[in-house]
């Protein structure tokens, strides 16, 4: 499989390391300092594109992947506004394009664990809700984009749910969502459930960035030869 990286950050550079290793080759690395050599044109060199880069410049980075006809993964979060216009774009060109706030295997079976306890919740007012994520300094985003995953989970379930919000908040209608940055922590995410006399907790913890580029690898493998617009649950089976 020829890859393409596009954003060649830290997460550009595991995948790197991790592709090589399982025998895929990357032919292409886009960066700040030759960004502007990733065309429509240069891109079809690669069979799939990889994008991690930023939220300002993702929906346009996936946009020339799908003109070119070449399947695209992309990991970036915060953008998810433009994304019913990429997704439209995909199925008007014919293309493929993969997207998911968390390329974690773990991670997307704590979305559906969150989804299960949810809806065993909705019956259950006495709890007062609360989630956190923890990530990295350098991390652009907040709340992650796991972190509002989480929050659209519990939305579709707890009927009393409409809304999330960045704060730690006891409004009713609002999922609170506290975000923190601490240096080295690739990322936590709690889902907390507390009551007068008890508290459930869920949570995930990842070590290091190796689950992300892996399932981000292993999407880009999936994707090759498929048509339209796709995400972990598609792939996992879930």
């Not at 399982?22 to 700040?32: E, I």
């Not at 974690?104 to 306890?117: C, E, H, M, R, Y």
């Not at 908040?169 to 990322?187: D, F, L, N, Q, Y």
């Not at 995410?189 to 907790?201: A, G, R, W």
Request: a neutral charge; hydrophobic letters at 40%; proline letters at 3%.
């Amino acid at each position: 499989m020829k890859i393409a990286l596009i954003g060649y950050g830290k997460m550009g550079k595991t995948i790197e390391k991790m592709a090589i290793e399982q025998g895929h080759q990357v032919v292409l690395k886009f960066d700040v300092d030759n960004f502007d050599e990733f065309t429509v044109k240069t891109i079809k060199k690669a069979d799939v594109a990889i994008e991690f880069t930023r939220p300002e410049g993702a929906a346009e980075n996936i946009k020339k992947c799908i003109e070119a006809g070449v399947p695209v993964v992309c990991g970036t979060t915060g953008w998810l506004e433009k994304k019913a216009e990429v997704d439209a774009l995909c199925e008007e060109k014919g293309s493929s394009f993969f997207y998911a706030s968390n390329y974690s295997v773990g991670v997307n079976i704590f979305f559906a664990l969150n989804k299960f306890l949810a809806k065993m919740m909705n019956e259950q007012p006495q709890y007062e809700l609360e989630t956190e994520e923890i990530h990295h300094t350098q991390k652009l985003d907040a709340p992650s984009g796991t972190s509002i995953t989480l929050a659209e989970g519990i939305i579709e379930n707890i009927s009393d749910k409409k809304s999330w919000v960045n704060k730690a908040s006891k409004a009713k209608g609002k999922v609170p969502i506290i975000s923190k940055r601490i240096e080295k922590v690739p990322g936590t995410h709690t889902i907390k459930y507390q009551s007068v006399i008890d508290e459930i907790e869920i949570k995930h913890t990842a070590h290091s960035r190796a689950g992300f580029a892996g399932g981000a690898i292993q999407a880009a493998e999936w994707i090759i030869g498929k048509k339209g617009v796709f995400g972990m649950s598609d792939m996992l089976g879930f």
